[in-house]
């Protein structure tokens, strides 16, 4: 039987998703903890593959197992074998032609900045970080030259495994909130590093080194030397994941400070 599970997770003690040999990822942590439920090693398939540092409030992610466990049990089981950094929000049965990368739909991230002369303390690990002034106003008018489907080469790793750097950027808004900047970005699907280079391009254009129509050059250009280093995972969240109705998941109640924003 296959089964999906919503997780959140602080990402700042793990070393990404993905499995490694030597552990200390959230899929080691969550595989373990399965295990120990289903008697049986298990291996696990997320929506999203974060990296290290990053955090996410609305993961998915499926497993296959013979054991029979009513859902309430995986969750409540599973939650007394993760460390306090992970936590399972819920556990559903799906069809076994479910799967949680190829069946989303659509993913949505946020970047939260803390722009200040001085560096943050109880956000450490939790927000990014710019001390210099940032226009929001110049950032936005780039933000939406990214906005609709694009070869995003200029915005993914070297490492990135992608078959295609095309994607539908299908939002990218930018709110302020006093001292904190929030980038909220939708698409179909992103590649490695895409949402941390855009904002670091956007956090070039508002700090005045490029002018709004650069971010245009960079995405036609298609060169990664081009754009704007890489920027922190600290700040980078992953709050959803859409499916369609069929396969009836339960919903994620998200924190409302990630909650969709309203068109500047």
Partial sequence: MRIALGLEYDGSGFLGWQTQPGGGTVQ??????????????????C?????????????????????????????KGVNGHLPRAVSMRWAAR????????????ARRYEYVLINRPTRPAVWD??????????DEAR???AAQLLVGEHDFSAFRSAECQA???????????????????????????????MVRNIVGCLVYVGKGKHPPQWIAEVLAGRDRAKAAPTFGP?????????????????????DPMFSPMEQP
Avoid: C, K
Avoid at 47 to 74: I, K, M, N
């Fill in 163 to 193: 078959a295609s750097p095309v994607r539908t950027l299908r939002r990218l808004e930018i709110r302020r909130e006093g001292e904190v900047l929030r980038f909220s970005l939708e698409a179909n699907a992103f590649l490695h590093h």
């Fill in 28 to 45: 080691d942590a969550l595989e373990a903890a399965l295990a120990a439920i289903a008697g049986a090693p298990v291996r696990v398939q």
């Fill in 47 to 75: 929506a999203g593959r974060t990296d290290t540092g990053v955090h996410a409030l609305a993961q998915v992610a499926h497993f296959d197992t013979a054991a029979e466990r009513p859902d309430s049990a995986w969750v």
């Fill in 125 to 134: 690990g939790r927000a990014g970080w710019f001390h210099l002034p940032l």
């Fill in 139 to 141: 950032m936005r008018e």
């Fill in 234 to 254: 600290q700040g980078l969240y992953l709050t959803g994941i859409d499916y369609d109705a069929r396969w009836n998941l339960p919903r994620f109640q998200v």
């Fill in 94 to 105: 799906v069809p076994d032609d479910f799967h949680a990368r190829f069946s989303a739909t």
